[in-house]
T-cell receptor
Framework: KAGVTQTPRYLIKTRGQQVTLSCSPI?????VSWYQQTPGQGLQFLFE???????NKGNFPGRFSGRQFSNSRSEMNVSTLELGDSALYLC????????????FGNGTRLTVT | DAKTTQPTSMDCAEGRAANLPCNHS???????VYWYRQIHSQGPQYIIH???NNETNEMASLIITEDRKSSTLILPHATLRDTAVYYC??????????????FGKGTHLIIQP
């Protein structure tokens, strides 16, 4: 079974631009969640989607948004990029059972200059 | 805030068992203990999880104390490839999906040749 796939692997953007990151979950997984990882703050939850609906949301500004498609693939968008948005963005998928583990992709490394 | 406490770092000799402790003294009755590890520049990798019984899979064993206030992850025969940051997480049975996992700082396990 293929794992969680995130594209692109690396991205360099300029302050003020916007960016879209993509995530393909494990086949059959309908829950997709997004995390931001930085050396200072560690892993922080952004949001979770299930059946094309945002089910949970972390404490991030509205510049961070996402969506999920009918095939469970998900995208996240960051608008008006700031230097502090430089981070590893991780996507995770899980089967929709209460104690199902999350399976993470290898992330997109975003650098904002 | 993370609900778990782990040592910042640990060393283990290659071929020996690595025992990683985790305190979760405020764990609730419906919360599972999950372990993940993260190798530099990769996404967190799921290892194992449990509620109150000891668990074993092809990667590791999880020992949970009877009062469930602490647990130990055991890698039976550590190899150099086991060098990583190990995260212990508590997560409630949510009925499905991701509800914003809280990752602490984890334990940096270094396997010595």
């Amino acid at each position: 079974k293929a794992g969680v796939t995130q594209t692109p692997r690396y991205l360099i953007k300029t302050r003020g631009q916007q960016v879209t990151l993509s995530c393909s979950p494990i086949s059959g997984h309908r829950s997709v969640s997004w995390y931001q990882q930085t050396p200072g703050q560690g892993l922080q939850f952004l949001f979770e989607y299930f059946s094309e609906t945002q089910r949970n949301k972390g404490n991030f500004p509205g510049r961070f948004s996402g969506r999920q498609f009918s095939n469970s693939r998900s995208e996240m968008n960051v608008s008006t990029l700031e230097l502090g948005d430089s981070a590893l963005y991780l996507c995770a998928s899980s089967a929709d059972r209460g104690n199902s583990p999350l399976h993470f992709g290898n992330g997109t490394r975003l650098t904002v200059t | 805030d993370a609900k778990t406490t782990q040592p910042t770092s640990m060393d283990c000799a290659e071929g020996r068992a690595a025992n990683l402790p985790c305190n979760h003294s405020t764990i609730s009755g419906n919360e599972y203990v999950y372990w993940y590890r993260q190798i530099h520049s990769q996404g967190p990798q799921y290892i194992i999880h449990g509620l109150k019984n000891n668990e074993t899979n092809e990667m590791a064993s999880l020992i949970i104390t009877e009062d469930r206030k602490s647990s130990t992850l055991i890698l039976p025969h550590a190899t150099l490839r086991d060098t990583a940051v190990y995260y212990c997480i508590v997560r409630p049975y949510s009925g499905g999906g991701a509800d914003g996992l809280t990752f602490g700082k984890g334990t940096h396990l270094i396997i010595q040749p």
